[in-house]
């Protein structure tokens, strides 16, 4: 119980720190550092050219939403561990941040040549397609949960009670590990 209520503490502290606010995001940091921490952290493992595309999604998408870039990061660790061709077809989550196909389809549309139209499967293996349709479920969550981030991870893990803190305590370690990685490397992230 210690350890929960320290985990939900520093989840905090790190919130207060870096608020989800239009100040939070990705103008501050490396897009190679990033791209570096994707590639080493990446199972199975990722090259720098793909490890750079993603970076650059997810720095884009926090400019977009003002989300953290270490929450964009570290829930798109906790789900694939960065791995944008990651399925899991008993669930039916796709990508990097493993949307849920059957439930998010009618609600995210793609724009082509003729216009809107309903987004596939196939389109949410594409690194942007995943991680723009995440950022604005993310979005979505957090204002359903009422600005509550914690709220919000439970809302996009679809987790409750003991399994939605071990959700948010894996994804606070993961942002935690993010921040203190560029940190070593004299980079500030936010």
Known sequence: MARQTLFFCAFFLLLFIFPLSKKAGADSCSLPSVAQYIASHSRPAESLPVSFRIAGALMAASR?????????????????????????????????????????????????????????????????????????????????????PVGMLGRFSGR????????????????MGFLGALKRQGVLCR
Do not use: C, M
Not at 90 to 98: C, I, M, N, T, V
Not at 126 to 132: A, H, K, P, Y
């Open 64 to 148: 977009r939403t003002h989300l953290p870039l270490y929450l964009l990061v570290a829930v798109a660790q906790q789900e694939s561990s960065f791995n944008p061709g990651a399925v899991n077809l008993e669930s039916g989550d796709y990508g990097l941040f493993q949307v849920h196909y059957r439930f998010w389809r009618s609600r995210l549309a793609k724009r082509s040549p003729q216009g809107l139209r309903e987004i596939r499967r196939s389109d949410l293996l594409g690194i942007d397609v995943n991680v723009r349709a995440a950022s604005l479920i993310l979005v979505h969550d957090l204002r359903l949960a009422g600005g509550d």
């Open 160 to 175: 409750v009670g003991r399994a939605h803190r071990q959700y948010v305590e894996s994804v606070l370690a993961k942002g």
